[in-house]
């Protein structure tokens, strides 16, 4: 999990240093499940 949660921080890097930049979210507090990718995703609970 720790190692997810890294190489998506590194993602979110390298879009910022390209131009696009993405809102930072708390993934402490995310609501994470097994398979659950794409729009059927939970909204954030809180950004930074």
Request: hydrophobic share 40%; glycine share 10%.
């Amino acid at each position: 999990m720790a190692d997810a949660l890294n190489h998506v921080g590194q993602l979110a890097m390298l879009r910022r240093l390209a131009g696009c930049p993405m809102k930072g979210e708390n993934y402490y507090k995310a609501e994470m499940a097994t398979g659950r990718v794409g729009p059927e995703q939970a909204a954030p609970k809180r950004e930074f």
